[in-house]
């Protein structure tokens, strides 16, 4: 009975702790790391993919030196923790690269957990060279962000912190310093309406808040903004008719889609477009072509869609069909300019199947859809 105790113990502790690699671990909502084949809080080394020590964690928290690489970042990270809490320097440089202070895109220092002395940011101008873009010195956790465009220097951001967090108003601006966007803070939380400007005017665009989190009327085309849309939300959730849009040439939007949301997922008919850049029909916004159209179920394509270049323009290609489960299903029709050529063929599982039948030049093919391409060449103008 004791031999078995030992070596379940012995077994526990090999799967808890040792050695493990970055891909291995998961980390959890409470911010505890986890082995992903035991689903038991780590400790032990952790090495990236070339074997090399990247950290260690006690109990599924960072403890001691830490040396961080995020790849799709390009960086890389010298950082220090006490119970997974950061304390001491943390500087980030460019990766790869050598870690010497003319390469650093941060700097920032803790102690006990809380940010101390200033805190710097760089980042790289149109010649490539680094230039403090953000900087902030705290007292008591208080002081002022100042952040600037590295090429021209204009103020780009700029607001208080209290308690270090972002309190009061805070404001930003373009490249050339035109007032771009203005709201408030509250504990590190936006409240209330945030208003975004047009070349310094305030043209309607607004955002709502409440506790941090998207409420009511949200109606925001500015360029400089990643959430760009006409609609509503309840509690950070997208509610109703909404419309969204991509950035066009020269900073001007193109719509991307329209529909409705329920619940922060699309259902109904949602129609997709393309942007084009050319013959702006709108003030800031250019025309797009709408290339799909059709009905969803959370958020699940579903029923009988239309696809092409340019569907609102009958003479150009199109294709109608079934959609079950966000792939095409069923028989599809697909007919071309003057109706030469039409081809009809099925798909399962999202992929052409069984026979195509093609009329083109007063002719029929038959075949896979592989084989009546390599028939009739001209289907390689179009997708399927």
Request: proline letters at 3%; glycine letters at 12%; one cysteine or more.
């Amino acid at each position: 009975m004791k031999k078995t105790f030992i070596i379940f113990i012995t077994g526990l502790m090999l799967s808890c702790s040792g050695e493990i690699y970055e891909d291995q671990i998961i980390i959890k909502e409470d911010g505890i790391a986890y082995n992903k084949e035991t689903d038991k809080a780590f400790s032990g080394d952790v090495l990236d993919r070339y074997g090399e020590l990247v950290g260690v964690y006690k109990k599924g928290l960072k403890d001691g030196s830490w040396f961080e690489v995020d790849v799709k970042k390009g960086t890389q990270k010298k950082a220090n923790y006490i119970k997974g809490v950061p304390e001491g320097e943390q500087v980030t440089y460019l990766f790869p690269g050598p870690r010497e202070k003319n390469k650093r895109l941060e700097y920032v220092k803790y102690e006990d957990g809380k940010m101390t002395g200033t805190w710097t940011t760089w980042s790289k101008d149109n010649e490539g060279r680094l230039i403090t873009r953000g900087e902030i010195t705290f007292e008591n956790g208080s002081g002022r962000w100042k952040e600037r465009d590295p090429n021209t220097r204009a103020l780009i951001r700029a607001g208080n912190y209290e308690n270090w967090e972002k309190s009061g108003l805070w404001k930003s601006w373009d490249p050339q310093g035109v007032l771009v966007s203005e709201g408030g803070y509250v504990e590190g939380e936006k409240v209330d309406k945030w208003i975004w400007y047009e070349k310094g005017k305030d043209v309607g665009w607004e955002e709502n808040y409440s506790n941090g989190l998207l409420n009511g009327k949200f109606h925001n085309l500015s360029p400089h903004s990643l959430n760009r849309g006409r609609g509503a939300y309840v509690d950070g959730v997208k509610t109703g008719d909404w419309k969204e849009y991509f950035i066009g040439k020269e900073g001007s939007l193109a719509l991307k889609q329209e529909g409705s949301y329920q619940f922060g997922k699309k259902e109904s008919v949602w129609s997709h477009y393309k942007k084009e850049d050319n013959s702006i029909i709108e003030s800031n916004i250019n025309k797009s072509r709408k290339i799909a159209s059709g009905p969803y179920s959370q958020d699940i394509k579903t029923g009988e869609w239309t696809e092409g270049p340019d569907i609102d323009l009958g003479y150009l290609f199109y294709g109608r069909g079934q959609y079950e489960n966000n792939q095409k299903s069923g028989e599809w029709k697909y007919v071309a300019p003057q109706e030469n050529p039409t081809i009809t063929g099925s798909f399962s599982g999202g992929k052409p199947s069984g026979t195509w039948v093609v009329l083109y030049n007063k002719k029929t093919y038959k075949g896979t859809l592989e084989d009546v391409i390599k028939k009739v060449p001209k289907l390689n103008e179009y997708k399927f």
